[in-house]
């Protein structure tokens, strides 16, 4: 009886913990920097979350080791729902394939909690740019390899390797650009210190909209709605070339299930709201279906399995 007491007062204190939670702040860790589109939609959820938790939310944007100081951050935090992360594509996905070595194990250190939202890349080029085409931005690679250069957040962002696969995939040298943060890469392009990038579409539109960057293509295999005269890489020559990025909630692995349960519902609901979709949808995030978290977690999986051997294959390195 007394080798049972323990693990079984451990169960009841951790039972407790979960129906008390949250009674404190949250710190929700972002893989990007302040400005960035994955703290646009950090920040757009985490207010709605604090409404309905009724516990404020920080956020805190890192895009540092293309996010993986911030996931480390969470890997590393107690499971007590305290602690949060606005995973990527980047963080799961890419850069296991990307680092040398990982601060983390993206499969096994965190809770997934559910699938959020997702955004097409803008191929986007300075205004003073003869090129109108992808074609003609692959024969300008062509003519002068190496010569090309696009900017990005942070390695192993959706921006970085939608250049990788580009480079590969068209057959070109470019050289890669990275920045602290979304809104310094953009500032590049349009000051003409970059060739171009592969914008994340909700910060990109007002600049091309206002003229001060010229779209290209969409990295998507479909147009995008919020774009739909705008050609696909895919469609313009670059047969099978598909990046899109997404985002999700998890949290430190072990998360008490009563507490992944209750995310994942207040999630949901948030979702659901027919005003934050409209302003998303209006801003250029494509709203996902919110799986549930051992569906979400299957994703991952296979998003990870997908993407690593890709970027192993591609020769790209974080810097």
Excluded at 115 to 132: E, F, K, Y
């Amino acid at each position: 009886m007394r080798r049972l007491f323990v693990p079984l007062f451990c169960l009841l204190a951790s039972a407790a913990s979960a129906q008390e939670w949250p009674s404190r702040s949250i710190t929700l860790m972002v893989a990007g920097g302040g400005g960035s589109v994955a703290d646009i939609l950090a920040r757009t959820i985490g207010d709605r979350l604090s409404k309905d938790l009724g516990v404020s939310i920080v956020v805190d944007p890192r895009p540092q080791a293309g996010g993986n100081v911030a996931m480390d951050v969470v890997a590393k935090a107690k499971p007590d729902g305290y602690t949060l992360a606005l995973i990527t594509q980047g963080t799961h996905a890419v850069n296991p394939g990307l680092f040398a070595s990982m601060p983390f194990d993206p499969l096994k250190d965190f809770t997934p909690i559910t699938l959020l939202a997702s955004v097409v890349n803008i191929l986007s080029v300075n205004p003073a740019n003869p090129a109108n085409s992808v074609a003609d931005l692959i024969a300008q690679a062509k003519a002068k390899p190496g010569d090309l250069t696009y900017a990005s957040g942070a390695n192993g962002t959706s921006a970085h390797l939608s250049g990788v696969l580009f480079s590969q995939m068209a057959g070109v040298q470019m050289t890669h650009v990275p920045y602290r943060g979304t809104p310094p890469s953009l500032t590049a392009a349009v000051a003409g210190e970059v060739t171009m990038g592969f914008f994340n579409a909700p910060p990109a539109m007002p600049l091309i909209k206002a003229g001060k960057l010229k779209a290209i293509a969409v990295t998507s295999p479909k147009r995008s709605a919020i774009m739909p005269d705008l050609p696909t890489i895919d469609e313009a020559g670059v047969k099978g070339y598909d990046v899109v990025g997404w985002w999700g909630f998890a949290a430190p692995a072990g998360l008490p299930q009563p507490i992944v349960d209750r995310l994942y519902r207040n999630i949901v609901t948030i979702m659901q709201d027919k005003e934050l979709r409209a302003r998303m949808t209006e801003n250029g995030f494509d709203i996902l279906e919110q799986l549930p978290p051992a569906e979400f977690g299957r994703f991952i999986v296979a998003e990870n399995a997908k993407w690593v051997p890709i970027v192993k294959a591609s020769g790209a390195k974080a810097d």
